[in-house]
């Protein structure tokens, strides 16, 4: 007897699952540990390494692109990972965007990058 089996890649379009929100504790050690990064780019470092089995909330978005990120460059690159990672993507557009983002331009810029 021949048992086949069949291999399927998943596709771009298929998500991983989210893993639950983070609790506030390890959001707290997250800003933590990004407050004792004193530039943009190892802040990033640490906060993509964070994601690969975190997620948040957005409410929890606001408060760390808040206290770590400014206007530019580094505040889209930071959005951009944490996006894919959010427990709640449909709360985005109204708590995040205009919270985390003061001008409009930044917020077309955002959307246009995110494909929303």
């Given at each position: 007897f021949f048992f086949g089996f069949v291999f399927v890649r998943p596709t771009h379009h298929q998500h991983k699952a989210v893993p639950m929100a983070a609790s506030e504790r390890?959001?707290?050690?997250?800003?933590?540990?990004?407050?004792?990064?004193?530039?943009?780019?190892?802040?990033?470092?640490?906060?993509r390494a964070w994601l690969s089995d975190h997620s948040l909330s957005c409410k929890n978005t606001?408060?760390?692109?808040?206290?770590?990120?400014?206007?530019?460059?580094?505040?889209l690159q930071a959005i951009k990972m944490i996006?894919?990672?959010?427990?709640?993507?449909?709360?985005?557009?109204?708590?995040?965007?205009?919270?985390a983002f003061q001008y409009d331009d930044e917020r077309a810029q955002v959307l246009a990058e995110l494909g929303l």
């Open positions: 390890e959001v707290a050690e997250l800003v933590e540990m990004m407050t004792n990064n004193r530039d943009d780019k190892s802040r990033l470092r640490v906060l606001v408060s760390i692109m808040a206290t770590l990120f400014g206007v530019g460059d580094s505040g996006y894919p990672q959010l427990t709640d993507p449909e709360n985005f557009k109204d708590q995040v965007l205009p919270q």
